[in-house]
């Protein structure tokens, strides 16, 4: 018997971190149809990094400002595992010229999402 035509491929899991709960559930629908897993949305640094406790995820979509601070913390630890992840977020460039988000792609707001999704293809 065959496993569904040769897929044998595990879907790659995509964390959504975005306080905004309509721009979430638009990235979580782009992705699910762009034939990924979502993690979350969580819509905090706190709820996001109990995520990441329990699971991997193999790359990140991350707003940068929530409502209880910067994502850096989240994204500290992503980097630190090896974990892939861009931004979505509304501040400007001088984000990714310098400092920590240094090179990072940021989609911006609001987010293109087949932009996004090709984005994370090429991340994978």
């Known amino acids: 018997m065959s496993s569904d035509d040769g897929h044998n491929q595990a879907v790659a899991r995509i964390l959504v971190v975005e306080d905004e709960i309509f721009i979430a559930m638009e990235i979580e629908r782009a992705l699910t149809s762009g034939g990924f897993e979502v ?20 790359a990140a979509v991350l707003d940068v400002t929530l409502r209880d601070g910067r994502v850096t913390a989240v994204a500290a630890l992503l980097r630190s595992r090896g974990v892939p992840f861009l931004l979505a977020s509304a501040e400007g460039r001088q984000l990714t010229e310098s400092g920590f988000f240094q090179g990072v792609t940021n989609l911006g707001k609001p987010t293109d999402m087949s932009r996004m999704i090709g984005e994370i293809r090429r991340l994978l």
């Open 39 to 58: 993690l979350g949305p969580v819509g905090s640094i706190e709820d996001a990094l109990q995520l990441l406790h329990r699971e991997q995820p193999d």
